[in-house]
């Protein structure tokens, strides 16, 4: 399969924002179906947000507003950009490509291409 990497995350403060980054040296995300997950510490994982090549959006309704995904296809990079963090944002974020993720089937870890994650932890 194709190897996806995130980058971006870390510890940050309650009300400060971050931007995640997710890379491929051998999958190009220009005209591709990508989304974002996150697991958080005993939680199930979470669908975020998706992106399809026709540039139709898709959000988790309890996410909507503080998060935006994005691409750029000159620097082949996926983000997902994250305002107003709060302690319960803390997870594990993957990107994922590759499928059409939506909202209603959750987190589809059996479709498409995933990457190892990126950890953000947010603080008080």
């Known amino acids: 399969g194709f190897h996806l990497v995130e980058s971006g995350g870390g510890s940050v403060q309650a009300g400060g924002s971050l931007t995640l980054s997710c890379t491929s040296s051998?999958?190009?995300?220009?005209?591709?179906?990508v989304a974002w997950f996150r697991q958080g510490p005993g939680n199930e994982c979470q669908f975020v947000s998706s992106?399809?090549?026709?540039?139709?959006?898709y959000y988790s309704e309890s996410l909507k507003g503080r998060f935006t995904i994005s691409q750029d296809s000159a620097k082949n990079t996926v983000y997902l950009q994250i305002r107003d963090l709060k302690p319960e944002d803390t997870a594990v974020y993957y990107c994922a490509a590759g499928w059409r993720y939506i909202p209603q089937r959750g987190c589809e870890r059996n479709v498409g291409f995933w990457g190892q994650g990126t950890q953000v932890t947010v603080s008080l």
């Open positions: 992106m399809f090549s026709d540039g139709d959006q």
């Open positions: 051998d999958f190009v995300f220009a005209n591709q179906d």
